[in-house]
């Protein structure tokens, strides 16, 4: 299957930095990605859906101004977790539609990136 | 707003009995169904994939079951292995748009013994 790359995995900052977080489309063109994030023993909850040359949409709730999204390519999109704080840390995942795939709608996910902010 | 419920939460089981995991969803027009396995720390590996115009998928030792009437999906592992242990996630994404993303459950956590 299609194989999408997070990076960092393991991220630790400092109250108050910023930290970018990356995800990539190895072997797809992918117009549409979609940030999720998890905390410990609850379930993935949709942040924002970015789409390849346009402005993200974030779900109700999500600051578009603590969390940026760029996604400039269509392999890559990236987070930024401006002036993070100790209740952002969590663990954020990327995922990515393949436009050509065998299979409409089915969704490939990076392996996650865990921010702990100190 | 579409919600997703997965029963059990939690589950422990020796191993090689089958097993069936529960999905069920409120908004019964979904565009597809996804099961997926989660480890400790890590991403989601994606198991099953149920179009809506589909009633099952068959994956090795897996097979997912979708009633899209009923909003309700089922994952049966069969002779269950202690590698099978892990978190199990179901996802559907709506019928509206095909490239909405996937709403969870809050998953079932398997635990097979040896």
């Known amino acids: 299957g299609a194989v999408v790359s997070q990076h960092p995995s393991r991220v630790i900052c400092k109250s108050g930095t910023s930290v970018k977080i990356e995800c990539r489309s190895l072997d797809f063109q992918a117009t549409t990605m979609f940030w999720y994030r998890q905390f410990p023993k609850q379930s993935l909850m949709l942040m924002a859906t970015s789409n390849e040359g346009s402005k993200a949409t974030y779900e109700q709730g999500v600051e578009k101004d603590k969390f940026l999204i760029n996604h400039a390519s269509l392999t890559l999109s990236t987070l930024t977790v401006t002036s993070a704080h100790p209740e952002d840390s969590s663990f954020y995942i990327c995922s990515a539609r393949d436009r050509w795939g065998p299979l409409p709608g089915e969704l490939f996910f990076g392996e996650g990136s865990r921010l702990t902010v100190l | 707003k579409q919600e997703v419920t997965q029963i059990p939460a939690a589950l422990s089981v020796p191993e090689g009995e089958n097993l069936v995991l529960n999905c069920s969803f409120t908004d019964s027009a979904i565009y597809n169904l996804q099961w997926f396995r989660q480890d400790p720390g890590k991403g989601l590996t994606s198991l099953l994939l149920?179009?809506?115009?589909?009633r099952e998928q068959t994956s090795g030792r897996l097979n997912a079951s979708l009633d899209k009437s009923s909003g309700r999906s089922t994952l049966y592992i069969a002779a269950s292995q202690p590698g099978d242990s892990a978190t199990y996630l179901c996802a559907v994404s709506s019928v509206h748009e095909a490239g909405t993303a996937l709403i969870f459950g809050k998953g079932t956590t398997l635990s097979v013994s040896s």
């Open positions: 149920i179009q809506s115009s589909q």
